[in-house]
């Protein structure tokens, strides 16, 4: 109930009027059935604008910190996430993505829209990174297409660190359903799910036109975040 208050009185028609976003390739989003889309990540705000846009609910995997940040604000964002029924992925390591893919498989298997960001965090610097395989799994054991979808502006108003997003124009773009049905039965084997994952980011970069890096977003993240500590040890 609180989703569709959400969406269709209170932040939906809000998010309309400030950003204004341009729609394409919404056709591509089946009216009915499972199907996941799969998208790029730029900024918090991706959260609320693809799923104002959507005739659909949808679903999303989300990161299990929105659910235990500390204070009030971390009481109120769980509570937030919660209510309109977003599942919390703890990516702490192997067991923890299998768990995620038993959620999202459970979203599937009741015919509905599943909403995820393959390369697992948000970009810090705008380009597009490695994909997880997590979405390759989830589309051939399920067996049901994926939709690409490309979030064009957003990092522009609101990169990681800002907490007040800009107000300007962005651009949402759903790219034709990927079918993977070729891969039937083959989501334990490793090549079968890098081929897939990587021919959904193909399509997301496709889309969105970003600078693609063949790296895991989060180790290069890490990466960078060793090199300031080298460079201003702490005390």
Excluded at 39 to 52: E, K, Q, R, T, Y
Excluded at 132 to 150: N, R, T
């Amino acid at each position: 109930m609180f989703y569709y208050v959400l969406k269709y009185v209170v932040l939906g028609p809000l998010l309309r009027l400030a950003f204004r976003p341009r729609i394409e390739g919404l056709e591509h989003v089946p009216d009915d059935g499972a199907a996941i889309v799969a998208g790029n990540h730029l900024s918090f705000s991706d959260h609320f604008l693809m799923p104002a846009i959507l005739r659909r609910r949808i679903t999303f995997l989300a990161k299990a910190e929105y659910f235990t940040g500390p204070g009030i604000k971390g009481k109120l964002t769980a509570a937030f996430f919660h209510s309109i029924g977003q599942i919390p992925v703890d990516r702490s390591g192997r067991n923890a993505g299998q768990a995620a893919i038993r959620e999202g498989l459970g979203v599937l298997e009741k015919g509905e829209l599943l909403g995820i960001y393959p390369e697992g965090t948000r970009s810090h610097d705008g380009r597009l990174y490695k994909g997880k395989v997590g979405v390759a799994v989830m589309a051939i054991k399920a067996g049901v297409p994926v939709v690409p979808c490309a979030m064009v502006g957003t990092f522009e108003i609101q990169p990681p660190g800002k907490v007040v997003p800009r107000i300007r124009r962005v651009t949402i773009r759903f790219g034709k359903p990927l079918d993977f049905s070729r891969y039937a039965g083959m989501e334990d084997q490793k090549a079968a799910v890098r081929a897939v994952t990587d021919e959904i980011m193909y399509a997301v970069l496709g889309l969105s036109g970003q600078e693609y890096v063949d790296a895991y977003a989060a180790d290069v993240k890490a990466a960078a975040a060793g090199q300031q500590d080298k460079k201003f040890p702490r005390p």
